[in-house]
Every structure is written in structure tokens, then in C-alpha cells.
């Protein structure tokens, strides 16, 4: 098939490649020039293990355009995997994708099936396809024929989570469109869930909303643990032994991130009372998130009263490993109390300083950007960490104690086990866990 994917995020690019790989010819389409030109040149401009590589085997299904006229006017099928970000009152930005809608029907003499992947509230492709239908009128050979496909890949795994997914759903509103889907589908061996266009736009919501509430739910009663001296390691050890829990996504820590959760979280949550049903547990979720990234932040003044002059280094900073993302990252907060407070900070990501800098410019004199870990423990009173690199796991008590004398860890991520610190006098708090001194 000639597919056309619009939008080179980690949705799009991800989608393009993998198809590309099944054997389809895929034109990836992007309005960011710098983007088209470095993915021309074969580079990635996402930080996501094994893409490059799966780009140079797929080299010769692949090309990459900002040119959408010619994109659109000969693709079989058209993935639309723009952003919907968020909108200052927490609904869904969809400007971007009508943008597209827009497009495909100026570039094409005949309609196709248009495929969208963002993810939007339910009830948007419905609008979509009357849309298309107003714009392109419904004509037999010119109707545009709206597909939902939500994607649920997470960063870091993305191409594992495409190419062997639990699951691939489809919302469509006729056969013809649902055997094109499951026919697109047919080498991923996973089972195809097709199913009306709202639902499936109210399961991708459905599902990350469910795993937020998840984390939020184990935070809390990891918060708990510390009041009535539990361990939280155990009690979700304990959990995610019955198969009806499941052990996934009941890791405390100090909060989620990404450019997911939040987003979703808040996009459903305002769909839900713009309709007149507030959906509790997802306001709930959304308001225990943010008290979580305070958590560490609050431990260290617990026992300081103020953390003015201390020296405390940060270890990680992207919303979670294996990714330079910072979107919603627990460090923008955290940083931000820590520089709030007084405190002199000095920082380290294998990946995310970058971009970090860009908003914490080091020129601000109470902040300093490392070389690698150890650079940032040397002489620090603490180390805070927010995001569990597999760089820091390898970091032992010995090497805490000779950098910093004596150190105090603030763990946000329950890196270590608390036995890697008993009798070595660090000072090791963590969330949910007793305390290690
Ligand atoms: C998520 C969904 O998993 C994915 O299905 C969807 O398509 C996009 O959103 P992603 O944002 O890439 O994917 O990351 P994920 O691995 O789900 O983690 C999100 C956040 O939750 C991270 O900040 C992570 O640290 C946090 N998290 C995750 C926890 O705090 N505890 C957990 O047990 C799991």
C-alpha cells in the first residue's frame, strides 16, 4: 500500500518506520523543514533506541517530505499524528489536525480512508468526518473516509510497543474500512478490536487515564506506608501478585510525566464535566500527581527546616529514562522548589541537559550542569534523584561516601534496595520505604 503518515512526532515517525519495514511504500510528512532534512539524511530527531537503524533497513520503503500536496495526492491511506496539546483550560488543542484535514482534501481528486492516531475526545472524529464531507462533499469517489487508530506506544520501548502491541484498536464506521485496517494490520500478529469511532477514541483515553490513576493510587499508599511504617515494595509486590491488579505501573515514586498523562488526564477529565459527569478519580489523580512531585522536596525540609545554602545535587531530569523528553518532567518542579528555596544546585542527565538548560540557564548562578554523576556529588551535602538512568544504579555506597562525606540520598525513584546502604552510614530516604541511616 502507498501509505502517507502526517506528522513526525514519536507517534508518526515510529508508525511511518515500522510500516515501511512491513513492506508498504510510506511517505513521512512533516512542516518542519529542519526535521524533513535531518530524517532525509537518515538521523532521528527523536531520541528513541533502535529507530535509526530500523530507518537505514527500511531506507528504501521510506521518504520523508514537507511538501503535502505531493504527500497526499497518491497515498492509499493517510495516518494523521499530529499533537493535540494541551489548551490553557485542559481540553485538547485540535487545530493541527483539522490543519490536516484541510490539506489532504485541497491535495486529492479522489477520497481515501484517513486514519487519525492523534489522540483526541471522543466524538472528534465524528466531526472530522462531517468535515471532510462539508469540505470535499460525499460524492461516491470523493469521500473521505474517517478511521480511528489510537496509538498506545510508550517512549523509550516505541517500536517494540508498535511492532508487538497487546492489542491494535479501530474505530471505524464501515466493512470496507475495517478490512483495510485489519488487512494493514495482518503481519503484527495482534488481535485487531474493531469497534465504533468513539469508543475506540474513549479507550486510548480510557487506558492512560486508568494507568495514571494507577500510579497516583500507589503513591498514596506509599505516602501511607511512611506514616504507618510499611514498605511499599512489598505492599505492590503483594498487589501485583493477583492477576486482577497485575504488577505493571505500581512503582511509587514522585510523580508521572511525559507528554501523556498530564495531557490526557486533564483533556478527559474536561471532557467528562463539559458533558456533566465530572469523572472524580481522574481529578483526584491529576491533584495527587501534583502534590507528589513536592514529596522529596518536603522530606529534605523535614528534617532541615530549610534547605538555604545546601549543596544538592539533582541525578536525572527527563520525565523517565531512555528519553531526552522533559514534558511534564517532575524535575521542572522539584528544581524549581529547590532554586526556591536557596538551595545551591548542580545538575546531571545523560540526555536531558539540554533542553533543560534552555529553561534553567546556568548563567543563573545557582545552578550548575555536570559531566557525569560523579562530577555532580562531588562536595553536594544531598543527592536528589528524579529520574532512575541505569547509569545511577551502578553508583555504590562507597562511591556516594567518598564524593560527598556524608551523604544523604533523596530517592525519588526507589533505585536502590534499602540493604545497599544499611550499615555504611549514608543517610538513604526514599518513597514509601523506611528511612536508611
Ligand atoms: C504513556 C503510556 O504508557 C502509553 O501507552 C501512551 O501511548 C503514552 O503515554 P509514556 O508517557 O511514554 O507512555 O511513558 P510511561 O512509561 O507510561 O511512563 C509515564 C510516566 O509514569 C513516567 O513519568 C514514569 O516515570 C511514570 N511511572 C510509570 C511511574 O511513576 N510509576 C509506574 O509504575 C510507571
Same mark, same amino acid.
Given at each position: 500500500m502507498?501509505?502517507?503518515? +502526517?506528522?513526525t512526532?514519536y %507517534? ?14 510510506v511517505?513521512?510528512?512533516d512542516i ?6 535531518l530524517l532525509?539524511?537518515?538521523a #532521528? ?9 530500523l530507518?537505514a533497513?527500511?531506507s +528504501?520503503?521510506?521518504e ?9 495526492e ?8 499530529v $499533537?493535540?496539546?494541551?489548551?490553557a483550560?485542559?481540553? !485538547? ?6 490543519q490536516?484535514?484541510?490539506q489532504i482534501?485541497e ?5 481515501c480512508?484517513? %486514519?487519525v492516531k492523534?489522540?483526541v475526545?471522543?466524538g472528534?472524529n ?10 470535499a462533499g460525499s ?8 478511521v ?9 520501548t516505541a ?13 471505524? /464506521?464501515?466493512d ?8 494493514l494490520?495482518?503481519?503484527?500478529d ?5 469497534m465504533d469511532l468513539?469508543?475506540a477514541?474513549?479507550?486510548k483515553?480510557? #487506558?492512560?487515564?486508568?494507568l ?13 506506608c ?5 514498605? =511499599? ?5 503483594g498487589?501485583? !501478585?493477583?492477576?486482577?491488579i497485575g504488577d505493571k505501573f505500581?512503582? !511509587? ?16 477529565h474536561w ?11 481522574? *481529578? @483526584? @489523580?491529576?491533584?495527587?500527581?501534583t ?8 522530606k ?5 527546616g530549610?534547605?538555604?545554602? *545546601?549543596? =544538592?545535587a ?10 531526552d ?5 517532575? #524535575?521542572l ?10 538551595? /545551591?544546585t548542580?545538575l546531571y ?5 539540554? !533542553?533543560f ?13 555536570a559531566?557525569?554523576?560523579?562530577e555532580?556529588?562531588r ?10 538512568w541505569?547509569e545511577? @544504579?551502578s ?11 556524608? $551523604?544523604e540520598i533523596?530517592d ?10 544499611r550499615?555504611t552510614?549514608?543517610?538513604? %530516604? ?6 536508611v541511616?
Open positions: 502507498n501509505i502517507t503518515v +502526517c506528522g512526532g %507517534v508518526g515517525l515510529v508508525a511511518a518506520v515500522v510500516f515501511a519495514s512491513k513492506g508498504h511504500r511517505i513521512g510528512l518542519d523543514e529542519c526535521k524533513i532534512s532525509r539524511g537518515g #532521528s530527531p527523536l531520541f528513541e533506541p533502535g529507530l535509526e537503524e530507518m533497513k527500511s +528504501c520503503n521510506l520523508f517530505t514537507a511538501d503535502y500536496r505531493k504527500a497526499y497518491s497515498a492509499d491511506v493517510i495516518f494523521v499524528a $499533537p493535540t496539546p494541551e489548551k483550560d485542559g481540553s !485538547a488543542e485540535l487545530s493541527y489536525v483539522m490536516a484535514c484541510d482534501a491535495s486529492r481528486e479522489r477520497g480512508i484517513v %486514519v492523534s489522540t475526545p471522543p472528534t465524528d466531526r472530522i468526518q462531517a468535515y471532510f464531507d462539508d469540505i460524492a461516491p469517489g470523493r469521500r473521505f473516509n474517517v480511528s487508530n489510537p496509538e498506545f506506544l510508550s517512549q523509550g517500536l517494540r510497543d508498535m511492532l508487538y502491541p497487546a492489542r491494535i484498536v479501530v474505530g471505524v /464506521q464501515d470496507d474500512a475495517a478490512d483495510l485496517m485489519r488487512a494490520y495482518q503481519p503484527f495482534a488481535p485487531v478490536m474493531v468513539r469508543s477514541e474513549l479507550v483515553y480510557a #487506558s492512560n487515564d486508568f495514571a490513576l494507577k500510579i497516583s493510587y500507589i503513591n498514596e499508599i506509599a505516602n501511607l511512611d506514616v504507618v511504617g510499611a514498605d =511499599i515494595e512489598r505492599v505492590a509486590a498487589m501485583g !501478585a493477583d492477576p486482577r505500581l512503582r !511509587a515514586g514522585i510523580g508521572y510525566g511525559g507528554s501523556c498523562f498530564p495531557k490526557d488526564t486533564k483533556a478527559l471532557l467528562s464535566t463539559c458533558h456533566g459527569h465530572e469523572i472524580k478519580t481522574i *481529578k @483526584a @489523580a491529576i491533584e495527587v500527581n502534590a507528589q512531585k513536592t514529596m522529596l522536596v518536603a529534605a525540609k523535614e528534617r532541615y530549610s534547605l538555604a545554602g *545546601k549543596r =544538592i539533582v541525578l536525572g531530569l527527563t520525565f523517565k529514562p531512555d528519553t523528553d522533559l514534558r511534564d518532567a517532575p #524535575s518542579d522539584v528544581v524549581r522548589m529547590l532554586l526556591d528555596e536557596g538551595a /545551591q548542580v542527565d545523560p540526555c536531558g541537559m539540554p !533542553a538548560e534552555g529553561r534553567y540557564p546556568a548563567s543563573l548562578g545557582v545552578l550548575e550542569y559531566g557525569d554523576p560523579y555532580a556529588l562536595d553536594s551535602d544531598m543527592a536528589f534523584i528524579l529520574t532512575e541505569e545511577f @544504579a553508583i555504590t555506597a562507597d562511591q556516594y561516601r567518598s564524593l560527598m562525606g556524608t $551523604p533523596y525519588g525513584r526507589n533505585m536502590y534496595s534499602l540493604d545497599a546502604f550499615g552510614s549514608v543517610r538513604y %530516604v526514599s518513597i514509601g520505604r523506611p528511612v541511616e
